[in-house]
C-alpha cells in the first residue's frame, strides 16, 4: 500500500478511533482549518462550516447516549491533495455507508467532510438505484 494512502486511511481511524472513544477534543484537532468544512449526520440536515459542525461533535460525543461504534471495508482514492474514504459505519444494529473526505494541510490529512447514511442491508438488493430505473 502506498504511503500517502497508508496515511490517509490512518487519519481516517483516528476519526473512528476519537468518534468510539467520546474523545471530543482529539475529534476537534482531525477537522480542517483552512478549508470549509461540511457534515451530514444520519437525519439531519447539511451542516456547513467549522462552527457547525464543530458543535454538532461537541453535541454528539458530550451526551451520555452517543452511540457505539466502529467501521470497517475502509477504501481511500486519492486526488492529489485531497482523498475520498468510504467505509461501513456499524451502529447498534444497523450498518451506514459513510463518506470521508479529507484535505492535505500542513502536512496533515484533515477532515473538511463527513458524511453517512443508512444502506440496504446484507438481506437486501445492493444494486445501484439507476440500475433499477431500467
Request: charged share 20%.
Amino acid at each position: 500500500m502506498p504511503l500517502i494512502e497508508t496515511a490517509v486511511l490512518a487519519a481516517n481511524r483516528a476519526f473512528y478511533d476519537a468518534f468510539a472513544e467520546r474523545n471530543v477534543s482529539a475529534m476537534l484537532k482531525l477537522w480542517a482549518r483552512e478549508y470549509v468544512v461540511a457534515c451530514i449526520h444520519p437525519g439531519w440536515a447539511p451542516l456547513h462550516g467549522s462552527e457547525a459542525v464543530l458543535a454538532s461533535w461537541r453535541a454528539i460525543l458530550g451526551s451520555p447516549e452517543a452511540p457505539r461504534i466502529r467501521f470497517t471495508d475502509p477504501t481511500a482514492v486519492l486526488l492529489g491533495d485531497a482523498a475520498v474514504v468510504t467505509c461501513v459505519e456499524h451502529i447498534r444494529d444497523a450498518e451506514l455507508a459513510a463518506t470521508n473526505v479529507f484535505a492535505l494541510e500542513q502536512g496533515e490529512w484533515r477532515l473538511v467532510h463527513h458524511h453517512a447514511g443508512p444502506m440496504a442491508s446484507s438481506g437486501e438488493s445492493r444494486r445501484p438505484i439507476a440500475s433499477s430505473l431500467n
